[in-house]
């Protein structure tokens, strides 16, 4: 263990608490000491620290007991990462694979830009969940605020609550799937039916997150396309 103070150890497990050791040295031992063996990691009062388990490549499980700060799990590749309490800005923020589940609530931009994996949030999320999403999937059990999935260029979103202004604004590929009200749609944005294929990503996504809704309560909501190409004449005023 080196230098690093451990609460408790066991043969597959370790226990850190974050007011006995740093932060620096728990993400670092993360980084870099996984291959000793442990599979379970447990951090302690984590008290709303900022960027606690970024930067994760292996597959390990951790275990953040309490509110997480700015950035939790970002980065993310192969670990599955419970939090069980609220995130701040940015939870798995650029996320490639794995798993991230909040059991609580969750800031702005949560999973922005996230290329793969799964992000769950029991809660609501705020402002622009998804943004720039570009192929991971996130499934929110509350509602999600205004610019969710703004400029999403690929991935899935379930929403099992209700979501704000702007929905969707500038879409590319990605698809949304709302149970709840939507506030308003984006520019570009539009709802359409659902496929079998649709209710099978839902039934899928919702068994994964641990959610038992009805897939045939969710409407989908995709780009209309009309923005992929520059109009010469809109800006013309023709």
């Given at each position: 263990?080196?230098?690093?103070t451990?609460?408790?150890?066991?043969?597959?497990?370790?226990?850190?608490?974050?007011?006995?050791?740093?932060?620096?040295e728990?993400?670092?031992?993360?980084?870099?000491?996984?291959?000793?063996?442990?599979?379970?990691?447990?951090?302690?009062?984590?008290?709303?620290?900022?960027?606690?388990?970024?930067?994760?490549?292996?597959?390990?499980d951790?275990?953040?007991?309490?509110?997480?700060?700015?950035y939790?799990?970002?980065?993310?590749?192969?670990?599955?990462?419970?939090?069980?309490?609220?995130?701040?800005?940015?939870?798995?923020?650029?996320?490639?694979?794995?798993?991230?589940?909040?059991?609580?609530?969750?800031?702005?931009?949560?999973?922005?830009s996230?290329?793969?994996?799964?992000?769950i949030i029991?809660?609501?999320?705020?402002l622009?969940?998804?943004?720039?999403?570009?192929?991971a999937?996130?499934?929110?059990?509350?509602?999600?605020?205004?610019?969710?999935?703004?400029?999403?260029?690929?991935?899935?979103?379930?929403?099992?609550?209700?979501?704000g202004?702007a929905?969707g604004?500038?879409?590319?590929?990605?698809?949304i799937?709302?149970?709840?009200?939507?506030?308003?749609?984006?520019?570009?944005?539009?709802?359409?039916?659902?496929?079998?294929?649709?209710?099978?990503?839902?039934?899928?996504?919702?068994?994964?997150?641990?959610?038992?809704?009805?897939?045939q309560?969710?409407?989908?909501?995709?780009?209309?396309?009309?923005?992929?190409?520059?109009?010469a004449?809109?800006?013309?005023?023709?």
């Amino acid at each position: 263990m080196d230098s690093l103070t451990a609460s408790s150890t066991t043969t597959d497990s370790i226990t850190f608490d974050l007011a006995q050791t740093s932060l620096r040295e728990i993400n670092h031992y993360l980084h870099h000491n996984l291959a000793r063996g442990e599979k379970k990691i447990h951090i302690l009062n984590p008290d709303g620290a900022h960027n606690i388990a970024v930067g994760l490549n292996a597959p390990v499980d951790v275990e953040i007991l309490g509110h997480a700060g700015y950035y939790a799990a970002s980065m993310n590749q192969l670990a599955n990462v419970a939090i069980a309490g609220n995130v701040g800005t940015g939870v798995a923020e650029n996320m490639m694979s794995g798993r991230v589940h909040v059991k609580g609530f969750a800031s702005v931009s949560a999973g922005a830009s996230a290329h793969g994996g799964l992000l769950i949030i029991d809660g609501d999320a705020s402002l622009r969940c998804g943004i720039s999403l570009k192929g991971a999937d996130i499934v929110v059990g509350g509602s999600v605020g205004s610019f969710a999935a703004f400029m999403a260029q690929a991935g899935r979103i379930v929403v099992c609550g209700n979501a704000g202004e702007a929905l969707g604004d500038s879409l590319y590929e990605a698809v949304i799937y709302v149970r709840g009200e939507i506030k308003s749609l984006g520019a570009d944005a539009q709802i359409e039916s659902m496929s079998e294929a649709d209710y099978a990503t839902v039934a899928e996504l919702l068994a994964k997150a641990g959610f038992s809704y009805n897939p045939q309560d969710f409407k989908r909501v995709a780009s209309a396309k009309q923005l992929y190409h520059w109009n010469a004449d809109a800006v013309a005023g023709g």
